[in-house]
C-alpha cells in the first residue's frame, strides 16, 4: 500500500439501522394535509440519498405499537448518519419525529 493510501477500514463505509419515530403512534393513520405534505418533502429526500448511494432502503414498518420509519444508510460514521437524518425536512419541522441510530454489527447482503 503506497504511504498516501489510507488503510481498508479506516475508510470503508458502515451500514447503520435508523429508526424514524413518529410524533404520536397513530400518526401514519391521522396525519394532517400539513403533515402529508411533510412526509412528501421526506420521501424526496430520501430518494435524493438513494441517488446518491447513502440510502440503502426505506420504509414504513407496521408495528402492532405503532409504524415507525426504517431507514439504512451506508455512512462512514455514525456522526456520518447523523448529519443525514439530522438533515430530513422531517428532523427540522419541530412537530416531535426523531431519529434512533444504531451500528450494524454485520450485514448479508
Do not use: Q
Not at 412526509?39 to 438513494?50: I, T, V
Request: net charge negative; aromatic share 6%.
Amino acid at each position: 500500500m503506497a504511504s498516501n493510501e489510507a488503510p481498508r477500514e479506516a475508510t470503508a463505509s458502515k451500514l447503520f439501522h435508523c429508526r424514524l419515530i413518529p410524533p404520536r403512534p397513530d400518526f401514519a393513520f391521522t396525519m394532517t394535509e400539513e403533515e402529508r405534505a411533510l412526509m412528501g418533502r421526506h420521501a424526496d429526500y430520501l430518494r435524493e440519498k438513494l441517488r446518491e448511494g447513502i440510502m440503502i432502503m426505506a420504509g414504513p414498518v407496521a408495528d402492532p405499537a405503532g409504524p415507525w420509519g426504517l431507514l439504512i444508510l451506508r455512512a462512514g460514521s455514525e456522526a456520518e448518519a447523523r448529519a443525514v437524518t439530522d438533515g430530513d425536512p422531517v428532523s427540522n419541522s419541530g412537530r416531535g419525529f426523531r431519529y434512533e441510530i444504531l451500528p450494524m454489527l454485520s450485514v448479508i447482503m
